[in-house]
């Protein structure tokens, strides 16, 4: 269970890969290291790349009480999208996405990095690790 930051400073965007096995308790700690992270940067862009996970066992309550609790990025202007390629985790993204709607507006859930960057009109990505706090 990982996550990786990486940002593109010529494009503004941050985005968080997912690996290996996620479960509830991971993404509510992953939650501080993103809310660092955004206040840090101030991107343009967030993207959360959930192509690499092998596992999940991250429950729906969990889901739902995510996007409940305030948004990682606070400003509501600022896209966000969901690379969610697994049925399991597209679903989970898609509820979240539904629950947190009024605060997160501009959040979109998709199944590839290539409509990921389609959607924010991101063209030759180069991104670089970040420490994770």
Same mark, same amino acid.
């Given at each position: ?8 400073? /010529?494009?503004?965007?941050l985005?968080?890969?997912?690996? $290996? ?16 992270? /955004?206040?840090?940067? $101030? ?22 009480? !995510?996007a409940?609790?305030p ?5 509501? /202007? ?9 049925? &399991?985790?597209? $679903?989970?993204? @898609? ?5 947190g709607?009024?605060? @997160?507006?501009? &959040? %979109?859930?998709?199944?590839?990095? /290539?409509?990921?960057?389609?959607? !924010? ?11 994770? %706090?």
């Amino acid at each position: 269970m990982a996550y990786q930051f990486e940002f593109d400073a /010529t494009n503004q965007v941050l985005c968080c890969r997912f690996s $290996g096995h996620i479960n509830s308790r991971f993404m509510e700690s992953f939650s501080a290291d993103a809310r660092q992270h /955004t206040a840090s940067l $101030g991107p343009r862009a967030v993207v959360f790349d959930f192509s690499a996970v092998t596992s999940s066992e991250v429950l729906s309550s969990a889901v739902l009480a !995510l996007a409940e609790a305030p948004p990682v990025v606070s400003d509501p /202007t600022c896209p966000r999208v969901v690379v969610a390629p697994a049925p &399991l985790i597209f $679903g989970l993204a @898609r509820m979240f996405q539904i629950r947190g709607e009024s605060s @997160r507006p501009r &959040l %979109e859930v998709v199944r590839s990095l /290539t409509e990921a960057w389609a959607l !924010l009109n991101v063209q030759d990505p180069h991104f670089e690790p970040l420490e994770n %706090e």
